[in-house]
Nanobody, 127 residues
Framework: QVQLVESGGGLVQAGGSLRLSCEAS????????IGWFRRAPGKEREFVAA????????NVPDPVNGRFTISRDNAKNTAYLQMNSLKPEDTAVYYC????????????????????WGQGTQVTVSS
């Protein structure tokens, strides 16, 4: 089992920044790839970013590319999502998730690829 706990959400004005953290416990953190997803009100959960276990590969989809950056510190068992130039449409509950196995660019975008999920942290961007 891997337990994931997100933190760092909050209320921010448009154009501002937030850094979300995802702290893991239970297993060797570097064995797990980490993904960030978000769910906005009335919408399905969508992929935001992913990073491989050792941090050598990342994927960020076009809607947030250039504004969001994913990273990890395996010594601290923590992954991060740095969000800059936030927009009101970034308002959502943000979740981190983990899986092990092969890291494929197309697979890391899929919710079903992930075995473990955090409880989410709310991000609200005001206009």
């Amino acid at each position: 089992q891997v337990q994931l706990v997100e933190s760092g959400g909050g209320l921010v004005q448009a154009g501002g920044s937030l850094r979300l953290s995802c702290e893991a416990s239970g297993r060797t953190f570097s064995n797990y790839h980490i993904g960030w997803f978000r769910r906005a009100p009335g919408k399905e959960r969508e992929f935001v970013a992913a990073i491989s276990g050792r941090g050598g590969r990342t994927n960020v989809p076009d809607p947030v590319n250039g504004r969001f950056t994913i990273s990890r510190d395996n010594a601290k068992n923590t992954a991060y999502l740095q969000m800059n130039s936030l927009k009101p449409e970034d308002t959502a509950v943000y979740y981190c998730a983990a899986f092990n196995g092969a890291y494929y660019r197309d697979y890391v975008r899929r919710e079903g690829q992930y075995d473990y999920w955090g409880q989410g942290t709310q991000v609200t961007v005001s206009s």
